[in-house]
C-alpha cells in the first residue's frame, strides 16, 4: 500500500511534520505516484544520495526546484514551447548561452567543481568573518525600530532585512532596490513551489521575475568586467580561467541562488528560531539568560524546523536504497526536514531543545553540495538573534496562526506580527 504522503502538494506541506513519524517508521523510502519520484526520509539514506555523486545527479535541482529547466521537455506542448520561446527572447543573452546554462546547484562533478571554485572566492572563512561589523550595522536600525514599537513585524522588520541587505552589499548592487529583490525572490519561489506551479499564470510571473533580473544585472556585469571592485560579482569574473568558466547568464543564476537559498533561507531561519523561542517561554528564557545558547538554537530549528524541507536528485545507474531498488533516472525527493526526527539520531525529536548536543543535521546538506554560504547564513542569524533575544520576553505573537510561504519546499511565513505584552 502507498504512503499517502504527497511531497508536491501544498496541503500536505502543511501538515508534513505530521506524516514524517509514519515516514520514518514504514515507509522510509517509498515510490510516489502522485509526485512521480521515490520520497526518502531517513538520516543515514538521505545522506548516502548527497554524498554518493557517482549514484546520484542533482541535474533535478534547477527545474525542481528552482522551476527553471534547460534543454527540451520531451512533454512539453507547441504552447509551452511558444512560452518558453517567448521568454528566453526577451532575456539579454546568447540562446546558445541560455540553453546550456546551468546553476551550480544541478551540476555534477566535475563541472559542479570547477564552477564552485569560481564561486567560492566571496565564501571563504576569513571572508565572511570579516563581513559581521557590516551584518551587526543593518541589524541595529531593525532592533532601534522594534525597541520603540508597539507592534512589529519579526519578518519585514529584520528576518528577510539582514541577509537581503547583505547578499545585496556583497554583489555591490542597489540597497536603496531591495524591496524589489525581495518581490523578484518571492516570486520565484512560489512559481517553482506553490500552488499554482505549472500553471500559465505562475510561468508568466516567474518569466516576468526573471527577464527582470536579468535587465538588471547583466549591465551590472558588464560594468563589472570593465571596472572590477572588490564586490562579488567582481570576484567570481576574476576567478574563473581555463578550467573554470561561467557564462554570464550562470553568473545572473548564482545571484539568483544567492536570493533564493541564500537570503530566503536565512531569513526563515531566524523567523523559525523566533516563533519557537515565542511558543516556549522555559526555551527562551534559557536563551535569554544563557546567550552561548544562541547557536544551539540555531542547529536546533535547523533540525526542528529546517528552512528547506525538501531537495531533488535522480539516480544514475540502478541501485538499491533503504531496501528498495530504483532504476535508472528516477526522480529521487530528499526530505531533509524528516530526518531531523529520526530516533536512530536524536532522542525525543518531536521536542524543540537549545540545550541539546548539536549534531550534523542536514538543514545545509551535505558532500559537494553542501550549501556554500552556509556559514554567512549562520553568522547572519547569529547576529540577528544575539541582538532581538533581549528584547523577545517583552513581545508575543499576535495570533496563533501564521500564513505560510506558499512553497513545498520552502518551512517558513509570509508574515510573523508581534505584539508587546
Known sequence: MECSFNPMSI?????????????????????????????VSRYADVNQVLTQHDNYSSSPQQGQGFGFATGVDDNATPEDMRRMQTLLSALPFRMEELANANMLVSEDPPRHTAMRRVFSAAFRPGTIASLEMSIRAIVA?????????????????????????TIVTMLGADVGRVPEFKMWADELITAAGGAERHTEAAEERYGRAL???????????????????????????????????VTDFEVVLFVILLFLAGSETTTNLIANTVYQLLQDERQLQQVVDNPSLIPNAIEETLRFRSPVQQIFRKTTCDTELGGQTLPKDALII???????????????????????????????????????????????????????????????LAQPDNPMIDSFIVWGYQKLPLVRR
Open 334 to 396: 530528499l526530505m531533509l526536514g524528516a530526518t531531523g526526527f529520526d530516533e536512530s539520531i536524536w532522542s525525543n525529536p518531536d521536542q524543540y531543545d537549545v540545550t541539546r548536543e548539536p549534531r550534523r543535521n542536514l538543514g545545509f546538506g551535505s558532500g559537494a553540495h553542501a550549501c556554500l554560504g552556509m556559514n554567512l547564513g549562520r553568522l547572519e542569524a547569529r547576529a540577528a538573534l544575539e541582538a532581538v533575544i533581549p528584547e523577545l520576553p517583552n513581545w508575543k
Open 11 to 39: 496541503e500536505h506541506h502543511q501538515r508534513r511534520f505530521d506524516f514524517y513519524p509514519e515516514l520514518l517508521k514504514s515507509y522510509p523510502v517509498y515510490y510516489s505516484s502522485a509526485a512521480g519520484g521515490w520520497v
Open 211 to 245: 527577464i527582470e533580473i536579468c535587465q538588471y544585472f547583466k549591465p551590472l556585469i558588464d560594468e563589472r568586467r570593465a571596472n572590477p571592485g572588490d564586490d562579488l560579482i567582481s570576484l567570481v569574473l576574476k576567478g574563473q580561467d581555463s578550467d573554470a568558466r
Open 141 to 165: 536600525p531593525c532592533i532601534e525600530k522594534m525597541s520603540s514599537a508597539q507592534e512589529f513585524d519579526l519578518l519585514d522588520g529584520l528576518a528577510t532585512q539582514v541577509p537581503l541587505q
